[in-house]
């Protein structure tokens, strides 16, 4: 084997190399443990790959109680009892429910990143470090717990435009009327 024969290490490259030598594999004495290879190689890869989405948990179903889970951006879902439901609508009750949950920085950061408000943990514990919320007890670990609704106040508080710029659009909707 020389060194051209060698393809570099990319599989973009590696498969180029093979489709450019696929009569001289085809003639190769091994070319059928060569075949094999490559076949269980490929199906390794598309499993590795080719998985189901992720879903989103959204509580339990109103009807029959099962847990209901919903692809990343779907507006639908339907329970394997036939019952369907909006997921915004689901998304709304579930962070209604848990204004009162307490939770570390990375619980509550999953928790509305998987109910469409995404925060980091680090975020969160600015928010602490700043005072604008307050640690309302400790894990067994000794990791500060936070009230989902202090954190759900805070963030649409900062989401909410700021009071000059509302005053200055009213000011020119005046002018124009
Ligand atoms: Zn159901």
Redesign the pocket.
């Known amino acids: 084997m020389t060194a051209d024969d060698i393809p570099p290490g990319t599989i973009a490259s590696m498969a180029f190399w093979l489709l450019a030598r696929t009569d001289r594999i085809r003639q190769h004495p091994g070319a059928a443990h060569i075949a094999a290879s490559i076949t269980t190689a490929v199906t390794r890869a598309l499993r590795a790959i080719d998985r189901p989405p992720d879903l989103v948990f959204l509580g339990t179903?109103d009807?029959?109680q099962?847990g209901i889970y919903a692809a990343h951006g779907a507006r639908w879902v339907t329970?394997?009892?036939g019952?369907t439901c909006n997921t915004e609508t689901r998304r709304e009750q579930l962070l209604a429910a848990a204004h009162d949950i307490l939770g570390t920085t990375s619980e509550i950061s999953r928790a509305l990143t998987s109910l469409g408000r995404p925060l980091t943990p680090s975020v969160i514990r600015g928010l602490a470090f700043r005072g604008r919320i307050t640690a309302r007890g400790a894990n067994e670990r000794g990791h500060p717990l936070y009230r989902v609704g202090d954190v759900l106040e805070v963030i649409s508080r900062d989401t909410r435009p700021p009071r000059c710029l509302l005053d200055i659009t009213s000011l020119s909707a005046n002018t124009h009327t």
């Open positions: 179903c009807s029959c099962a329970c394997r009892c019952v």
